[in-house]
């Protein structure tokens, strides 16, 4: 056999072998190690929600002075800022806190929506789940509130949701 045709040989063997080391690889790692979503006798707390707060200060009526100073293009009567307030979640799990956050709103004016997203595991059974928001930094306290009792099994995804329009709290 020609020196040439040896070492092509030699050059597809080795190609061939690290393909197969490569593939065994990957086969071992698409399953190794074992991936636990949660433990046996667990299910799944998990808040999602997208929500713009409340403006953080009322709109201003403009003097007669102030609006003259002003080029007649941005003449406006009212003044009214674009900052959001925060939004505050607090979560109770059979009386006890589980969690309590505050999530700022997004942009760089702070004029966005505030996104939460957390994943709470609890255990599996019948709870009293009850949720709180404030999405207005001039109340105290919480101005939406929830309560039920949800029955998860283990491995089960209970959800916390957010929509003013359809009532505010949802839970599923």
């Not at 074992?34 to 201003?60: N, Q, T």
């Not at 599996?124 to 949800?150: C, M, P, W």
């Amino acid at each position: 056999m020609p020196d040439v045709l040896r070492s092509d040989v030699l050059r597809y063997l080795g190609q061939a072998a690290l393909y197969a080391v490569f593939a065994l690889l990957i086969g071992y790692f698409s399953n190794s190690p074992r991936y636990r979503h949660l433990a046996p006798d667990e299910a799944l707390l998990r808040l999602s929600f997208s929500h713009p707060g409340k403006v953080m200060a009322a709109c201003r009526e403009r003097g007669a002075a102030e609006l003259e100073k002003m080029p007649a293009n941005m003449r406006q009567s009212q003044d009214c800022p674009r900052e959001r307030s925060p939004v505050r979640v607090s979560v109770e799990l059979d009386g006890a806190p589980l969690y309590d956050e505050t999530f700022a709103p997004a942009g760089l004016q702070h004029d966005g929506a505030a996104a939460g997203y957390r994943r709470l595991p609890i255990p599996a059974g019948e709870h009293r789940l009850r949720v709180k928001f404030n999405d207005d930094a001039r109340i105290a306290g919480f101005n939406y509130e929830h309560s039920q009792t949800v029955h998860p099994v283990a491995g089960d995804v209970v959800l916390i949701d957010f929509a003013a329009d359809r009532g505010g709290i949802l839970i599923q």
